[in-house]
T-cell receptor
Framework: AQRVTQPEKLLSVFKGAPVELKCNYS??????LFWYVQYSRQRLQLLLR??SRESIKGFTADLNKGETSFHLKKPFAQEEDSAMYYC????????????FGQGTTLQVKP | NAGVTQTPKFQVLKTGQSMTLQCAQD?????MSWYRQDPGMGLRLIHY???????DQGEVPNGYNVSRSTTEDFPLRLLSAAPSQTSVYFC????????????FGEGSWLTVV
């Protein structure tokens, strides 16, 4: 079965420190992977997606098919990055179904 | 353009009561879905739909019913609420295409006592 695992419930760093939020997936085919973010009192929104190979708000994520990982990275964390981050997997163009991981809360301390 | 609209935002139910969470989108999206968000469990898919008249079960469908009579609306029904259904519920919609973004509603906070 398809699964997304985010091993850290909470990641706490100081402002200016590098950040890496881990995401591993299990799927034998070619997945599409996403990172969604939920800021305090806001709705979930797309941060970035593998297919676009983009950098948003300084965040990047590289798909490693060998390690089945899609870790989210940022070289210098900012306080406004504090939020809940979800990794998500889409594996079927016929259904559009999206499977989410458990989420990681990122806390950036001043 | 309102996007994805969920109602109600907050609801308290007694065990055994029924209710419907409403979801509407104005983006002509084929795909609509309901998730529940619980601490430590992340977002879990309850039901989803790929078009009017078509629905399917997600990871945690028990205790919930859905229907899709129009492209715009995708209500979630709790027939006999249980305390285990206390959660935050999110509706989401998107184009039916691999790799496309889905858009979320603001969430509905449901407490079953």
């Amino acid at each position: 079965a398809q699964r997304v695992t985010q091993p850290e419930k909470l990641l706490s760093v100081f402002k200016g420190a590098p950040v890496e939020l881990k995401c591993n997936y299990s799927y034998s085919g070619s997945p599409e992977l996403f990172w969604y973010v939920q800021y305090s009192r806001q709705r979930l929104q797309l941060l970035l997606r593998h297919i676009s190979r983009e950098s948003i708000k300084g965040f990047t994520a590289d798909l490693n098919k060998g390690e089945t990982s899609f870790h989210l990275k940022k070289p210098f964390a900012q306080e406004e990055d504090s939020a809940m981050y979800y990794c998500a997997l889409s594996f079927s163009s016929n259904t559009g179904k999206l499977i989410f991981g458990q989420g990681t809360t990122l806390q950036v301390k001043p | 353009n309102a996007g994805v609209t969920q109602t109600p935002k907050f609801q308290v139910l007694k065990t055994g009561q029924s209710m419907t969470l409403q979801c509407a989108q104005d983006m002509n999206h084929e795909y609509m879905s309901w998730y529940r968000q619980d601490p430590g469990m992340g977002l879990r898919l309850i039901h989803y739909s790929v078009g009017a008249g078509i629905t399917d079960q997600g990871e945690v469908p028990n205790g919930y019913n859905v229907s899709r009579s129009t492209t715009e609306d995708f209500p979630l029904r709790l027939l006999s609420a249980a305390p285990s259904q206390t959660s935050v519920y999110f509706c989401a919609s998107g184009p039916l295409s691999l790799g496309n973004t889905i858009y979320f509603g603001e969430g509905s906070w449901l407490t079953v006592v």
